[in-house]
């Protein structure tokens, strides 16, 4: 499946985004979805995650109450609603699917990736 990301930008710190990732194929549906991103210097790290059904979400510790995961099926599209933005969430954000549609921390289960979306959070 290929993905698509959109919504970074420059936003100054206690703002907000909502980042987009679209879908290529119908069979999104069956696809568990996942955040991650990269920050200058550091390794990719995940963000949070969405099952298939939308019924098991995950969060990083540094997302839990200030990012919300969500996914439209009927628009092969997932999101990432950031809230309180920090300068340290400065990062190319990925999305990325598993088919196996569990929705993991584990970067090796997912096998496709979007091109990333850069968020700069000034200070």
């Known amino acids: 499946v290929q993905l698509q990301a959109c919504g970074g930008g420059l936003v100054q710190a206690g703002g907000s985004l909502r980042l987009s990732c679209a879908a290529s194929?119908?069979?999104?549906?069956?696809?568990?979805m996942g955040w991650f991103r990269q920050a200058p210097g550091k390794e990719r790290e995940f963000v949070a995650a969405i099952s298939w059904s939308g019924g098991r979400i995950d969060y990083a510790d540094s997302a839990r109450g200030r990012f919300t995961i969500s996914r439209d099926n009927a628009k092969n599209t997932v999101y990432l609603q950031m809230n309180s933005l920090k300068p340290e969430d400065k990062a190319v954000y990925y999305c990325?699917?598993?088919?196996?549609?569990?929705?993991?921390?584990?970067?090796?289960?997912?096998?496709?990736w979007g091109q990333g979306t850069l968020v700069t959070v000034s200070s």
């Open positions: 990325a699917a598993d088919w196996t549609g569990w929705g993991t921390r584990v970067q090796a289960k997912y096998d496709s």
């Open positions: 194929e119908r069979t999104f549906s069956t696809y568990g």
